[in-house]
């Protein structure tokens, strides 16, 4: 049932479980929380939720080293409490999509236990990516592949588990793109093929509408993994040429390139969309139009594409944008790029400006000088101006909700929430923070919990007050009880432009550019089923004709026909 292709136009609001809403008290977020502040999203006006995993898991990546695909991990409650949070969701015209997790579990998967009990050329071991090691007595990794948090990509059995206390005890090594305790599987192995349509299944017969699949990019690695010099690292990404030259000024290439993409030999293999071939077949098997949605840092946009075939995916997150700094040109020609790549394959464009991996927009875009600074802001680092990053971050929203195609809202963005900058180390969890030796803030600043409401502990996140990251005071003025109760606030401009997109149909229409209104290179103009949609990125104020209709504004107008400087409206022609 539901719209045939609903994904094409689709607003999907990510969930991030833990930080949501604490249902019991125990300062963590779980899915009964969820559940009750379901309503929360129909109010707001997206039409699905993406949940970050709340699998099994020993937590070492807050959720992204599953141990098991088919349990609930106990801190967010169990398989009828999920049940109980999709059936609500679905009461209330809510699609719920899961994440999936394959280019690794957690050392935790009995997979894993089974593979180190079973020791070197055993069948489970080749669920993994153990090899011997190279020199005389494989005292050296296989390759010399560094995990993206930072640090060696490869742990060898014997550094790592004690022969007399673990009874585990050989030199071979296992591959971990991320964590030590997030081996990568084997992706020739069948049985691991085999699994992960089983898992699916068991997913879709819960009546899930898609999957979001982690680092989908991943997975398929070239064979003989040979050597690689590029940079693995996050955000910055790596260069396909094996030169540590990094992009990250935000200035897209013509074919949409920012620099934010990963290469190299462990990366955007082709042999991975034949996977994905498959997947797409399960799912057909289904009613009810389920989706697939790639997490891939893949450049260029042309490269992308193919993640998103008929008989693929359907959807990609277009991170290019999201690393694209507030500029005109620089945005324009990635709207551009998107926009062509992905019509050329009959895919939806997607639009995200954050998630629970970056610094969110409202911090990040009151940087000064823009810099995207993705991997955290920590104490010491400069801090956002956050008048200005929250003032960009609703026009950068503004512009990117008038945009065809599919959007995806990270919690939290919707009530104008900063990144939590001033963190103390003692707080932090992020698993990239320890291997890159403390040497950049990781993760933790954008996964702070929810505020709720103003004057209550926890900002009502928890009904003891608990809270598993601290709260900044900042918070207070983004508490979804202040941000309803004013019509000037952000909620109140994400909640109008969500209805005004359903009723004019942009996520359906198409883009066309106006030189109207563009007075200087520092103005966006273009229309979209009848909405006009004029950013003025950093230029002079621009002036609308006498008895324009404005629809809305990210920005009070102190004239009411005067656009600003990092504001973005929304008008009708008369
Ligand atoms: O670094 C990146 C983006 O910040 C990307 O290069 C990388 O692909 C990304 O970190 C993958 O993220 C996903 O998988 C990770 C997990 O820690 C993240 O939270 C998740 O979104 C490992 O499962
Ligand atoms: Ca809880």
């Not at 673990?166 to 192995?189: A, C, E, K, V």
């Not at 699916?200 to 010099?229: E, N, Q, T, Y």
């Not at 996977?275 to 697939?292: M, P, T």
């Not at 992308?304 to 005109?328: C, G, H, I, P």
Request: a negative charge; charged letters at 25%.
């Amino acid at each position: 049932e539901g719209e045939a292709e609903w994904w094409r136009s689709a607003v999907i609001y990510q969930v991030y479980p833990r930080s949501f809403a604490d249902a019991n008290g125990d300062g963590i977020g779980d899915l009964q929380g969820i559940t009750q502040r379901l309503d929360h999203l129909k109010d707001l006006g997206v039409d699905a939720l993406w949940l970050s995993p709340f699998y099994k898991s020993p937590q070492a990546d807050a959720g992204y080293d599953v141990a098991d695909y088919r349990q609930i991990d106990p801190i967010f409650g169990d398989l009828d409490d999920f049940e109980a949070m999709a059936a609500k969701a679905r009461t209330l015209g809510l699609r719920v999509i899961v994440d999936l997790v394959p280019n690794h579990t957690s050392d935790d998967h009995v997979w894993f236990r089974e593979a180190l009990a079973a020791g070197p050329g055993s069948p489970a071991r080749d669920r993994y990516m153990f090899r011997d090691g190279r020199g005389e007595n494989g005292e050296l990794p296989p390759n010399n592949w560094k995990s993206i948090f930072g640090g060696p990509a490869w742990t060898r059995v014997d550094q790592r588990w004690d022969a007399d206390k673990d009874g585990i005890s050989d030199t071979q090594w296992y591959l971990h793109m991320f964590d030590t305790r997030q081996p990568d599987l084997n992706w020739d192995n069948q049985e691991v093929k085999e699994d992960f349509h089983d898992i699916l299944r068991f997913w879709l017969d819960r009546g899930v509408d898609g999957f979001r699949i982690d680092v989908a990019h991943g997975m398929v690695k070239a064979p003989g993994l040979p050597d690689w010099d590029g940079v693995t690292n996050m955000v910055e990404g790596s260069t396909t040429d094996g030169a540590t030259q990094i992009k990250t000024d935000g200035t897209p290439d013509e074919d949409g390139s920012n620099g934010g993409g990963n290469s190299g030999p462990m990366f955007d293999q082709d042999g991975v969309h034949e996977i994905y071939r498959s997947w797409r077949r399960v799912l057909n098997q289904y009613d009810g139009d389920r989706a697939l949605v790639a997490e891939a840092w893949v450049e260029p946009l042309s490269r992308l594409a193919l993640y998103v075939r008929d008989d693929e995916m359907q959807q990609a997150f277009n991170f290019s944008y999201l690393t694209t700094k507030w500029d005109a040109a620089a945005l324009r020609t990635v709207i551009n790029a998107s926009i062509r790549e992905n019509d050329k394959v009959g895919a939806p464009t997607t639009w995200v400006l954050s998630n629970h991996d970056v610094v969110r927009h409202a911090s990040r875009m009151g940087l000064v000088g823009g810099e995207l600074n993705p991997n955290g802001i920590g104490p010491n680092d400069p801090q956002p101006d956050a008048a200005l990053g929250l003032r960009r971050a609703r026009a950068a929203t503004l512009l990117m909700l008038a945009l065809p195609g599919s959007a995806y809202l990270y919690q939290g963005e919707e009530f104008g929430l900063p990144d939590h900058t001033t963190l103390e180390p003692q707080y932090r969890q992020d698993p990239a923070w320890e291997r890159k030796g403390h040497t950049e803030a990781g993760r933790d600043g954008c996964r702070v919990p929810l505020p709720w409401e103003a004057d209550a502990p926890a900002y009502g996140f928890s009904p003891t007050g608990q809270s598993w990251l601290p709260q900044p005071d900042t918070y207070r003025a983004c508490a979804a009880d202040v941000q309803k109760a004013a019509p000037d606030s952000t909620y109140a401009m994400y909640n109008k432009a969500l209805t005004l997109r359903k009723k004019f149909g942009i996520g359906l229409g198409s883009l066309a550019w106006l030189s109207e209104f563009v007075h200087t290179g520092e103005v966006l103009a273009f229309e979209n089923n009848g909405v006009i949609c004029i950013a003025n990125i950093g230029g002079d104020a621009v002036e609308l004709p006498e008895g324009t209709e404005i629809l809305i504004s990210s920005a009070p107008m102190h004239s009411a026909l005067t656009i600003e400087r990092d504001t973005c409206v929304w008008i009708r022609r008369r």
